[in-house]
């Protein structure tokens, strides 16, 4: 009985630790440079610049699932996340998201959303540039598909990315 309680808080703590919750601004932009250079001058260092294609499934429970193809300078991973679907005008957007599972084998991914009854709803092509410090990320993305934006979004520590966003909304 001692194990089963010991197993049971061990499965709780693991499963509460996993299913992060994202406190993300983000807004369409008409040019990036001006980001970069903040990001620049404030010592955020540049981590990665990917290719992505993502494919979005969505299901009534109000999650999605999103199945990405990443091109590193050549070097293409494929991942499985899902989300809470929460779309909105809002440029604050608070949800849950899971950790991704990186994968090689395509079926096994179609099956278990099959399985889970996700359908496909649209696919994305852009590139997304992000700068990092210790605690806050910026992602900085040129859609190329289905239609040409930007977008900028600051994540990370509350405090800070309140702080940041207030900051970065008033540069022109």
Not at 103 to 126: A, P, Q
Not at 161 to 168: A, P, Q, R, T, Y
Request: glycine share 2%; proline share 1%.
């Amino acid at each position: 009985m001692f194990i089963i309680k010991i197993n049971e808080y061990l499965c709780y703590n693991f499963y509460s630790e996993v299913v992060m919750k994202e406190y993300e601004y983000s807004k369409c932009v008409d040019d990036l440079k001006k980001y970069t250079d903040y990001c620049e001058k404030n010592d955020y260092i540049l981590k990665e610049k990917i290719s992505q294609v993502r494919t979005i499934y969505r299901k009534s429970d109000s999650t999605i699932a999103r199945i990405t193809i990443n091109d590193k300078n050549g070097v293409v991973t494929k991942e499985l996340d899902f989300k809470e679907d929460k779309l909105s005008s809002q440029e604050l957007i608070i949800r849950r998201e899971s950790l991704p599972l990186n994968f090689d084998d395509d079926s096994i991914i179609f099956s278990i959303l099959e399985f889970l009854n996700y359908k496909k709803d649209n696919t994305i092509k852009r590139t997304r540039y992000i700068y990092e410090n210790d605690k806050v990320k910026f992602e900085f993305d040129e859609y190329i598909e289905p239609d040409k934006r930007k977008v900028i979004s600051v994540e990370g520590d509350k405090e800070l990315v309140d702080k940041i966003w207030l900051e970065i909304s008033n540069i022109n």
